[in-house]
């Protein structure tokens, strides 16, 4: 079970709980978006079912006329349920950061809880050894 | 395309040197014959709720040691199969055992899978268990005939090994053409109709090269890339000068945030692997498909299986044999090994007792227990302080330091053995080193 939330200033993940980020300084009020306010929306799931959750968010979101390969990273802050599918459809509505090396990313992405777990809250993330699996959530046709 | 010109931390004579230099052991057979092993530790008498509760979720497994290629960075070092590789009906009855038991993914690798006598048997098997199969392969001698016969055995997904451009690939496969064969092993799965992915290992060879082989995701119209870290482990330790110190994640991991940006803007899921680390300010980019944005551990042994091709069973089928293999399913159930036997209850049990070093003291130190225990492993036979980590070369940058690994034993020359590093904390040099 993570411990941790996502600094919403700075993009490091700190303690749940904290007030002050460590790393930027920036107040860490309760609500701020990030992994902490994620995990309450997947946590558990099996890979598979969050599979079929974010194919189906994904679905939702193209059938309102997102188009993930389109959406630009600006286009896609506070957008919790386009971001929430792209993030794990490696669609490009997540992207955001910089490559400068100065450790200074910068979003304003908010995520909101939008399911309650139903399975056991340990599940680590699925370790991406081996080979990419193309679920459903990649992307259409891939043959 | 991207500019090739990069040469990452080398400089260019250094590189020049590097890839120039001859392979550390010259004699032959490159690839030692593995020793039969068949570890039977003591099984605890009772399985404990944690054990039951915690199940294997992806399973990846090295179906042959056989080899078409001799790799000098490979962790296993492949070449010749294992005198008591587990039968076709051995292991399709492991393939029976694995569905029982809760995965839902195999990965075969090897070796090289397609060697393996009954490989597309073993593949059938697990997709009529109801598994999601993947395979691994060096693309040596994936030609149409084979990759026809992956997909008519049900692999949905096969990726091929890409460790940098044309000179570079070659130099770490140790075969000219390795770099060609890998390209049209991807074309002839895509023409089979198998979805394909990337694999590929960074180091100091290939680090200024990552653009370049994106460039070929895009290419070949790959849906995924699998990135991690060279692990000094194996042929790898043979070779200190390819391995990334600790402080080139501080060049690497600004690459691989660009990288991931652009793959996401091109719906090509890119994954870091689980040496990757941890917890920098990519973090939750780089790790985006984690439930938390974040990766939470090693997870050998509570979501992840590791098979050695004679049915010894670890928790990551990279960990070293010795200590890391908890029992044999010629004499236990699979169920019983991972339930029962201490290796695989390790990462079970662990807590923040076992970190040493700088990771002892960590902020992410309750979250992230040292990261991949293959590389801590690898580097001080033992787990729990990992200096492969951005967010820990970070903070040695902001104190005007950095660490260095040292090699101070080679490698006994077994599969997925270690040699043994010493870790130097310096001052940061005036100037980068070029």
């Known amino acids: 079970m993570s411990s941790l939330v996502l600094c919403s200033t ?134 | ?171 770490l496969r140790a075969l000219d053409g390795s770099h060609a064969a890998a390209l049209t092993a991807l074309r002839n799965c895509r023409a089979a109709g198998l979805p394909v992915a990337l694999n590929t290992q960074v180091n100091r060879l290939n680090l200024g090269e990552l653009e370049a082989v994106a460039d070929v995701l895009f290419e070949v119209g790959a849906h995924g890339w699998q990135v991690q870290l060279t692990v000094p482990a194996g042929r790898a330790a043979d070779e200190p000068a390819v391995i990334l110190q600790p402080y080139d994640l501080l060049e690497l991991f600004p690459r691989l945030a660009a990288l991931k940006e652009r793959c996401d803007r091109g719906r090509i899921k890119m994954m870091a692997g689980n040496n990757v680390g941890y917890y920098g300010p990519y973090e939750h980019l780089l790790r985006s498909y984690c439930h938390d944005r974040h990766g939470d551990s090693c997870s050998a042994g509570r979501s992840g299986l590791g098979i050695e091709a004679n049915g010894d069973i670890k928790g990551c089928p990279s960990l070293p044999t010795a200590k890391w293999v908890g029992g044999n399913v010629r004499a236990n159930t699979l169920e019983r090994i991972w339930e029962r036997s201490q290796p695989l209850r390790h990462m079970r049990d662990r807590t923040r007792d076992e970190l040493w070093g700088y990771c002892a003291e960590c902020y992410y130190g309750d979250d992230c227990k040292g990261g991949c225990t293959w590389m801590a492993t690898s580097l001080f036979d033992r787990p729990g302080n990992n200096p492969y980590c951005h967010h820990r070369a970070l903070e040695m940058q902001a104190r005007g330091k950095r660490e260095r690994v040292v090699r101070v034993e080679e490698a006994p020359g077994l599969s997925f053995d270690c040699a043994r590093w010493d870790l130097v904390v310096e001052d940061l040099p005036a100037k980068a080193e070029k």
């Open chain 2, 1 to 171: 395309m991207s500019d090739s010109s990069n040469t990452g931390p080398l400089s260019p004579d250094e590189r020049r040197a590097i890839l120039d230099a001859p392979r550390p052991r010259r004699s032959l057979p490159l690839a030692a014959r593995p020793v039969a092993s068949r570890v039977q530790l003591p099984l605890a008498d009772e399985s404990r709720a944690v054990d039951r509760t915690m199940r294997p979720i992806y399973a990846v497994w090295e179906l042959t040691l056989a080899c078409d290629l001799a790799c000098r960075h490979c962790g296993s070092r492949a070449g010749v199969a294992r005198d008591d590789e587990l039968t076709t009906s051995e292991a399709r009855d492991l393939v029976r055992q694995m569905a029982a038991l809760g995965v839902r993914e195999v990965a075969l690798i090897g070796g090289e899978v397609y060697l393996h006598p009954g490989w597309t048997e073993v593949v059938a098997e697990i997709r009529r268990c109801g598994m999601q199969s993947t395979m691994v392969t060096g693309g040596r001698g994936m030609t149409p005939e084979v990759a026809a016969e992956a997909r008519r055995a049900g692999v949905q997904s096969i990726a091929v090994s890409i460790d940098g451009l044309e000179e570079t690939h070659d130099r």
């Open chain 1, 10 to 143: 700075c993009r490091r993940h700190v303690r749940l709980g904290a007030t002050t980020c460590p790393f930027c300084s920036a107040s860490i009020t309760s609500g701020e978006p990030g992994g902490g306010d994620r995990s309450l929306a997947t946590r558990g799931l099996s890979r598979a079912r969050m599979y079929a959750r974010y194919a189906a968010i994904a679905t939702g979101v193209a059938a309102c006329g997102g188009s993930s390969s389109e959406t630009s990273s600006t286009d896609a802050a506070g957008d919790a349920a386009t971001d929430t599918a792209a993030s794990d459809t490696g669609a490009a509505t997540d992207s955001r950061g910089d490559a400068s090396g100065d450790g200074s990313v910068a979003d304003a992405g908010a995520d909101t809880p939008d399911t309650v777990s139903d399975a056991p809250p340990d599940t680590p993330c699925c370790p991406p050894y081996g080979c990419v699996f193309p679920d459903t959530a990649c992307g259409g046709d891939l043959v």
